[in-house]
């Protein structure tokens, strides 16, 4: 039975040649972070994810959470601007490999985990 699932669940790698950049990519905040920090919402997406579209954003951002934080454990502008640019890279270095080396992978891991989790519930 698992043999005739993997088997489905391969797909031969295949070369894509073009990946398209106008996709979005936030990075998630905790509900929990949103309500201590006391973020605007409308800073965020419908599914928590914090859209800091320059660096005024980002300086706000940095501004709420260090009003809530002690004076020797604040964050800096910065440190807020290399989480999303780090956050962005790793969105493109996941996406070439989906693209270029195992196409799919992700809709394939997403569905056999849904499958494999529904099996305990």
Partial sequence: MKAEKAAKLFVP????SSIKYNSVYEFHISRFARKKYEFDEALFSFNGNVILANFQASR??????NEKREPDN???VGQVNAMGLL?????YILRRYE???NPQ????ALK???????EFA
Avoid: G, Q, T
């Fill in 13 to 16: 790698f295949k070369k894509v």
């Fill in 60 to 65: 706000n951002f940095a501004f709420k959470m």
């Fill in 74 to 76: 604040k964050i800096r």
């Fill in 87 to 91: 956050d962005e890279i790793y969105h």
């Fill in 99 to 101: 693209i270029d080396v």
């Fill in 105 to 108: 992978v992700f809709a394939r």
């Fill in 112 to 118: 056999y985990l849904n499958n494999s989790l529904s």
